[in-house]
């Protein structure tokens, strides 16, 4: 894959943040820092799409899944307590 030199425009609280982020030794440059976010903000949609390729086919779906209170209560106070 090729690549291409574009250049954009920042307010002064995005500048900072990322100067902030590069100074604390987080990224080792400006280019990294947004090549990470943008790699992060790829694997959220991707992860969105696959949540809503899962719904859909759960509404596709004729028979529903049973809804066991009592198991999810345990799961639910087993996991935050």
């Known amino acids: 894959m090729g690549t291409v030199r574009k250049t954009t425009t920042l307010s002064a609280a995005e500048y900072n943040w990322i100067k902030g982020k590069v100074a604390a ?27 809503r390729a899962a719904l859909i086919e759960g509404d596709a779906n004729e028979q529903p899944w049973p809804f066991e209170a009592e198991a999810g209560q345990h799961r639910l106070h087993s996991t935050h307590n």
């Open 25 to 51: 030794g987080r990224y080792l440059s400006f280019n990294d820092c947004i090549h990470d976010l943008i790699r992060r903000e790829r694997e959220h949609c991707e992860d969105v799409e696959a949540i």
